[in-house]
């Protein structure tokens, strides 16, 4: 039976980038930005940092991606004759969607702060009196989706826990079991 360490080293890693590098910036650079030493300077470093950030989260996401394509590749038979399996990766595909879909957002609102020639903030998420209403609006929101993006990721590694987890001998063989003998 071929390993799937490849496909498994760029999903684990990749996700762990794309979790770990948005919760440090959620925690520490917005945060960090607002000690910067007026509202214009809080609003350039926050950009500053956000798109040194985007090149290697869009990286990280590749690579979580194509890791996953080759988990469900090699897991192809279990997928279908493990019970559970299937549900489990459905409900992963599903986090993962949610996960770029509100990534792909944030990147639309951070372009629209990051395009104000470094509006005044009081910090990377926080709109001072000066910041343009437009920009407000999008660091509002970003203000919130700063933490959705690491709570779904974060979801996403418990998940591949458990997916671990359906993985070992007595718990595939179970699976398999009851998706034989159903009613039992």
């Known amino acids: 039976m071929p390993t799937n360490t490849v496909s498994r080293a760029l999903h684990d ?48 996401i590749g690579a979580h991606l194509l890791g996953s394509v080759g ?38 609102l951070g372009k629209k702060v990051s395009s104000a020639e470094a509006p005044p903030a009081e910090s990377g998420t926080e709109p001072s009196v000066g ?10 929101k970003l203000k919130l989706l700063q933490w959705a993006v690491p709570v779904l990721t974060g979801s996403l590694l418990v998940l591949s826990s458990y997916a671990g987890e359906q993985q070992r001998a007595q718990v595939q063989a179970g699976g398999l079991l009851k998706r034989l003998m159903p009613g039992d």
């Open 13 to 60: 890693v990749g996700l762990s980038a794309w979790f770990g590098g948005t919760l440090a910036n959620a925690v520490g650079l917005n945060k960090a930005a607002g000690a910067a030493d007026s509202a214009r300077a809080a609003g350039k470093v926050a950009n500053v940092g956000w798109d040194a950030w985007t090149p290697v989260n869009a990286l990280a």
């Open 71 to 108: 988990q469900l590749a090699g897991n192809k038979e279990r997928i279908a004759a493990q019970q559970g399996v299937g549900t489990m990766s459905v409900v992963k595909t599903l986090l993962t969607a949610a996960a770029l879909g509100v990534t792909a957002y944030s990147r639309v």
């Open 131 to 140: 910041t343009p209403p437009d920009v407000a609006a999008a660091m509002r």
